[in-house]
């Protein structure tokens, strides 16, 4: 009888851990993939800041998500055939942009870029002022001196590309993306130990019903 209460108890158990770890598990994974992805770095285009081949967590957002100096994976069909490019975000709709070869200024104010490559600012191409379409964003690298960003497409709409064609910008925190992946971890491990105690239930509530046969006494040798 003491066996067949436990076996009843570890059924009872793994029908709820079960269930709750499938969720848990679903949940968190779920969550990761629909929120965040994956990208490397393929370019030195934004280095220091990122250097080629570094692994980076990408925040799926919505254009109108985007903020003045966001670093975003953006797809350019029309300008890069080669896939998706992450660039940091100088200029939003309707900004005035101004390079004179020393300083970016944004709407008149100065941008502060401690991030740049060697305090570059403007290597290798001119002086530009632009106004940023509705709709659209203006696109730098950090490493200036080897960046194909909006400076080189000035006469195609300000250097501007659609905002509707970013895919998500750079998670700098991990907290999001590690405690879903931690929930996702601890639905599997409670599924597994679900599925562990329903075994163990069955096998003991078997043991409990297996018959007993009685022995019978020696009989006296005559």
């Not at 393929?42 to 903020?67: F, H, K, N, W």
């Not at 329903?198 to 007993?212: E, K, L, Q």
């Amino acid at each position: 009888m003491q066996q067949q209460g436990a076996g009843s108890g570890l059924r009872v158990a793994a029908w709820v851990l079960v269930p709750l770890g499938l969720l848990l598990a679903v949940g968190g994974i779920g969550y990761f993939f629909t929120h965040y992805q994956g990208a490397t770095v393929m370019s030195e285009a934004m280095a220091p800041t990122y250097r080629q081949g570094d692994r980076l967590v990408i925040e799926r957002i919505d254009a109108d998500e985007v903020r003045r100096g966001d670093v975003v994976l953006v797809d350019v069909p029309d300008r890069y055939q080669g896939g998706p490019v992450l660039q940091r975000v100088i200029g939003m709709a309707g900004d005035h942009v101004v390079c004179d070869g020393n300083r970016i200024t944004v709407n008149g104010e100065p941008v502060e870029e401690p991030y740049l490559m060697r305090g570059e600012v403007n290597p290798g191409t001119g002086p530009y002022d632009v106004r940023v379409p509705d709709g659209r964003i203006f696109l730098l690298g950090d490493h200036r001196g080897n960046s194909n960003d909006s400076r080189f497409f000035l006469n195609e709409q300000s250097g501007s590309v659609a905002a509707s064609g970013v895919l998500g910008r750079v998670n700098e925190g991990v907290a999001a993306p590690a405690a879903s992946g931690t929930l996702g971890f601890l639905g599997v491990l409670l599924a597994m130990v679900g599925i562990g105690l329903g075994i163990g239930g069955y096998v003991a509530r078997r043991r409990a019903r297996r018959p007993i046969t009685a022995v019978p006494p020696w009989s006296a040798a005559q």
